[in-house]
């Protein structure tokens, strides 16, 4: 849609399908209300779920900006089924930071509710611009009251981790906690949405349990409560992936590498890497500056009887800046120097720019693998 502050915005296809549902519901509203405006009520309903969506947008750029005034990079914004989302790449350093981070959006949302109503006194309450004003008020609030909810990944559950981190002094003290409340609130929206509503505590006529609408609202209720039990499942892991995330060292994952020169036959360099003990070759120019990497793949599609006569040249990919990894990287440093420039292979170096090895980006999803799976401290 754009990149407002430099961050792009993207709209998933299942907004879509929410457009169309929202403007189905609230067109039958407006026939209700405002009984004159016949077929032209979907095409206000219409407007007020494009409204409606620009406000969530608000509500994620507030997010953008405090985390780019916290210095953290933001990889995009997605406007998607329920809501959007802000893809932070990187921690908040304090909880509060994080707590801030989490509050602003909510925040932006009561701001947006409060302005609508203002602008709701201002005009006739039974006419267009009335009612999509207070229809705008009204799911403002739902926005922000759904998203102050304690439980994780909802903005409340990463307040409640932000003052748990705080008072323990522990970040994945933090994420469990919120995390495990985030799961409980999806019970609890799952089983007692729909009683809520055929009770009559939400404001509507009881109703007998049973017919259409009691099936909507049970799926109405299952859909936000695997939402929230996914996305604290996810939280959970992330946490454990970012707590062994300094265990990624570009010199243990390294494999060692000897030079070659262009015109070397594959069998010749195959053969000194075994004596060598290195698993990676490396091709270099008369000066023996390294120039490009024999990938590993290419190595494997070539039959051994046809070896002697290959040149490794032949095998190689040329090297770019982005593929030069300083041994020293470590954590999400050297996952952000990989992303910044994807390839299968990297030439590992010295300070002094030494050859030091090659590291495959599947050593490096096997070390995510083994992070994921260890318990965490």
């Known amino acids: 849609m754009g990149r407002p502050f430099g961050v792009p915005v993207y709209v998933s296809p299942s907004w879509f399908l929410v457009a169309a549902l929202i403007t189905w519901v609230f067109g039958d509203q407006l026939d209700r209300i405002l009984p004159d405006l016949g077929p032209a009520r979907y095409l206000v309903s219409l407007f007020f779920a494009v409204a409606f969506y620009a406000s969530v947008l608000v509500h994620e750029l507030a997010h953008t900006l405090a985390a780019l005034r916290f210095k953290l990079p933001v990889r995009r914004i997605q406007l998607q089924f329920f809501g959007g989302v802000s893809e932070i790449e990187k921690e908040s350093e304090t909880p509060g930071r994080e707590f801030v981070l989490a509050f602003v959006g909510p925040l932006l949302s009561l701001v947006l509710a409060g302005a609508f109503y203002l602008g709701m006194k201002a005009v006739d309450p039974a006419t267009v611009p009335g009612v999509l004003l207070a229809g705008l008020m009204i799911s403002n609030l739902l926005v922000a009251a759904f998203n102050l909810l304690p439980g994780l990944p909802l903005d409340g559950g990463r307040m409640l981790r932000a003052v748990i981190w705080g008072i323990t002094g522990t970040p994945m003290t933090g994420t469990i906690a919120a995390a495990w409340v985030g799961r409980g609130l999806a019970v609890a929206i799952l089983l007692g949405l729909p009683l809520l509503t055929h009770t009559g505590v939400l404001g509507n006529p009881a109703q007998e349990i049973g017919g259409m609408d009691t099936v909507m609202d ?116 050297l996952l952000d120097h990989l992303r910044a420039t994807p390839a299968t292979e990297y030439l590992v170096v010295e300070n002094a720019g030494e050859i030091y090895g090659v590291l495959s980006t599947q050593d490096v999803e096997k070390a995510f693998v083994k992070a994921m799976a260890r318990p965490h401290s």
């Open 218 to 333: 049970a799926l109405l209720a299952a859909i936000l409560a695997a939402i929230i039990w996914t996305g604290a499942g996810n939280s959970l892991r992330m946490a454990r992936l970012r707590e062994h995330l300094p265990e990624l060292r570009a010199r243990t994952l390294t494999r060692r590498a000897i030079p070659v020169e262009n015109t070397t036959p594959l069998s010749e360099a195959l053969r000194r890497a075994n004596e060598a003990g290195a698993r990676a070759l490396v091709v270099v120019d008369g000066q023996g500056d390294p120039t490009a990497i024999v990938r590993e793949t290419a190595i494997a599609s070539v039959p051994e009887h046809r070896r002697p006569w290959v040149a490794v040249s032949t095998l190689a990919q040329d090297l770019t800046d982005g593929m030069r990894v300083p041994a020293e990287l470590t954590g999400e440093d």
